[in-house]
Every structure is written in C-alpha cells, then in structure tokens.
C-alpha cells in the first residue's frame, strides 16, 4: 500500500509574479508573493475585490501557471510538470469547490460526484462505495438520482463539495462557496467544509468575502493589490 508522505506544507509558494496583459495594459495579479500553508488547516484568502485571491487559487490549483517564482502543491514542484501531467495531478490530489456549484446539470448528483473518479481512472468497483459514501456524508443520500436542476442551491453545493472531496484530494479549493447562498444555508455549508475537513484531514484553502467563513477559519490570509500584507493563526481560545 502507499504511504502518503508526510508533507511540512501543503502549499509552498515563493517569490511568485503573475500580470496580465487587457487592452495591452499589463495589470498585475499577484506581485512577488510567497506564502506557507501548513497541511490540514482551514485557511481563508481574504481581501477586497481584485486583489489577486482567485490569481493566487489558479496557481495553487494548478490551473495557471505563474510568470515567475516557484509553486509546490502536496510536495510537487508544478514547474517541473508537462501540462498534461499538470492536469492529471491537479484531477488526482485538488479538488474545486466554485461559487457558482458547477455541476454538470445533465447529470444526477451521483454521477456528478462519480465524474472525478472517472477522469482519475479509478476502478469501477471502488468507485459506487466511495461516491455513495460521500453522498451520505454531506446529507444527501436520498438525492443521490436527482439533476442539479432538481436540487436547492445549499444541496448543489454539498454535492459539490463531496465531488471536490472524491478523489481523496490533498487540498481543496474553493472560490466564494459562500456567495450564491442566502446567510443560513451559507452557515451549513460553511460547518459542512469545516467537518469534512477536520475529519478527512484534508487542506481547505478558501477565497471569501464572507464574515462566516473568516470566522470558521484556522487561519486568514490577507491580499492587498496582489501582495499578501498579513498571515495570522486564530487562536481558537480567543475565539471560543
Ligand atoms: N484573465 C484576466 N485578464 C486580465 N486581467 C485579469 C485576469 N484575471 C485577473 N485579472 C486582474 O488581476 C487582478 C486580480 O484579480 P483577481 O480576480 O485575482 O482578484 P480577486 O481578489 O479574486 O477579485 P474578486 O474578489 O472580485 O473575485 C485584477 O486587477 C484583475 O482585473
């Protein structure tokens, strides 16, 4: 059996630029920022809008690759990565968890949470249990047949959230889970990623705006102008 490597971070960011260019202006993104993340915390991106918390989420994720500087995910060194070999590492060890749920509204919440299983080649045997399993682990055991269309926004994205949890990723992502939600069902998926990630000693790394989710949060990550200007541990004593 494979062992997971014990990992001093889960993410390992140094030194990275990544600008833009829009109506041949070059607009920065992200300027020389390096960043830490111990494994299996909540970690919240936090900063006002266009201050480079999704640029810093596609690098992470691996689905862009910065200008300058090195990115290591779950101890990969992404640089040193083809960029088919990038994708395939990004569907086996991330998950993705978007503001806007995208799911495939064509398919039932099972064969949603399945469709990962199926782009990382995992054999059909293992993959009824593991998709049943996660469906019942965020409440929906009984959606399982159901489309997106079918479903309430906070149910759409518990479904997304066992499908970005599938693969038994290192790391989760998410970008504004909150944002489409009204503040209840906001709160239940917030306790929801928070548990999951808790118990499957996964690393969640979330972008958001939300009051709630900086709440629920180990630590917060602040960006500025594509800078990080502050990196806090929350003392849960002083929260509690
Ligand atoms: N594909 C792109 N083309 C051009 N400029 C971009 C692109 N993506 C991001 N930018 C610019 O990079 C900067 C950082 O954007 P980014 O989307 O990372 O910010 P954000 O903090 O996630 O914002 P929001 O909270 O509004 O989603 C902004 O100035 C933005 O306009």
Redesign the pocket.
């Given at each position: 059996m494979n062992q997971a490597p014990v990992l001093a971070n889960a993410v390992s960011i140094e030194h990275v630029h990544k600008s833009?260019?829009?109506d041949s202006v070059r607009?920065?993104?992200l300027a020389d920022v390096s960043l830490q993340i111990a494994p299996n915390l909540f970690t919240v991106l936090s900063?006002?809008?266009?201050?480079?918390?999704?640029?810093?989420?596609?690098m992470i994720g691996c689905i862009d690759r910065p200008d300058s500087g090195r990115v290591v995910v779950a101890g990969q060194d992404t640089a040193l990565l083809t960029d088919d070999a990038l994708s395939d590492f990004r569907a086996r060890h991330i998950g993705h968890i978007f503001q806007t749920f995208n799911l495939l509204p064509v398919l039932s919440a099972y064969e949603n949470v399945e469709y990962p299983l199926l782009m990382a080649r995992v054999p059909a045997g293992e993959r009824a249990g593991r998709v049943l399993h996660l469906l019942d682990a965020v409440g929906l055991a009984d959606k399982a047949r159901h489309r997106p269309g079918q479903l309430s926004g906070g149910q759409r994205q518990r479904v997304a959230i066992a499908r970005a949890l599938a693969v038994e990723p290192a790391l989760v992502l998410a970008?504004?889970p909150t944002a489409n939600l009204d503040s209840r069902t906001g709160e239940a998926i917030i306790a929801l990623m928070r548990r999951m990630q808790q118990e499957r000693r996964v690393s969640f790394v979330i972008?958001s705006?939300d009051p709630q989710v900086r709440g629920a949060a180990d630590e917060v990550v602040q960006?500025r102008d594509?800078v990080i200007v502050d990196h806090s541990r929350i003392s849960k004593e002083a929260a509690t």
């Open positions: 833009y260019l829009l607009v920065t993104g900063g006002p809008s266009g201050s480079g918390k999704t640029t810093l989420l596609n970008d504004e972008s705006h960006i594509g």
